[in-house]
């Protein structure tokens, strides 16, 4: 598959997230259809995309996948590009329909409770949940063949338990996008620190211990 149509594929399936997740959030369907909006999104995105790019849509797991040896760096420059991007047009695409308000209200934001040291605690953990089961079920050859769902679902778990703390973005693009689009940088360097971090050690941890040689 040539690198173009990697770029398109991880810039769609990612402006799918974002532009779902304003809306539901908007919405206001409560925490559980949140978390299903997102692991819904995910698990067609992933679905959707795997096949051309991998259905990563999301940087910490291309960093999963660049220290496990599943993509070189290269491939892995132009997949943040790409899902950045994508990010970026969903929240401006989004600030248009509604108002910044909407998307401000739209982005994970920390818990009145949740310290930055907690929240980026908390989403190294949730991401690495997530990038553990994206080697299980869609890298590791021996893993059951599920498309996105296992992916999605484990979105929808990260979000039921993150979301009232850190807002459950499992996924730097997920905040990266609206903050641009709102300049709204608050606590942001949080949901870079801790979905890479999560990421990196999930992909080392599988690479070392669980990959094999298959």
């Not at 960093?63 to 997949?79: E, N």
């Amino acid at each position: 598959m040539n690198k173009l149509s990697k770029c398109i594929a991880e810039a769609i399936g990612t402006f799918a997230l974002i532009f779902i997740g304003i809306g539901a959030i908007y919405a206001n369907p409560g925490l559980l259809g949140v978390a299903l909006a997102h692991g819904l999104t995910i698990a067609v995105m992933v679905s959707a995309t795997g096949h051309i790019s991998g259905g990563h849509l999301n940087p910490a797991v291309t960093l999963g996948a660049l220290v496990g040896g599943k993509i070189d760096f290269g491939d892995a420059l132009i997949y943040w590009a790409s899902q950045l991007a994508g990010a970026t047009v969903a929240a401006f695409v989004c600030l248009a329909l509604f108002s910044k308000e909407i998307v401000v209200a739209g982005t994970p934001q920390l818990g009145p409770n949740t310290s930055a040291m907690a929240g980026i605690v908390i989403e190294a953990i949730t991401t690495f949940f997530l990038v553990f089961v994206v080697y299980g079920t869609a890298i590791d050859s021996r893993g059951p063949k599920i498309g996105g769902l296992a992916i999605g679902l484990t979105i929808t778990l990260g979000i039921l338990f993150a979301g009232p703390l850190t807002g459950g973005a499992i996924n730097p693009a997920r905040v990266f996008g609206p903050a641009l689009a709102v300049s709204n940088w608050t606590n942001h360097y949080v949901y870079w620190i801790g979905p890479m971090l999560g990421g990196a050690l999930a992909g080392i941890t599988y690479k070392t211990f669980l990959l094999g040689k298959s």
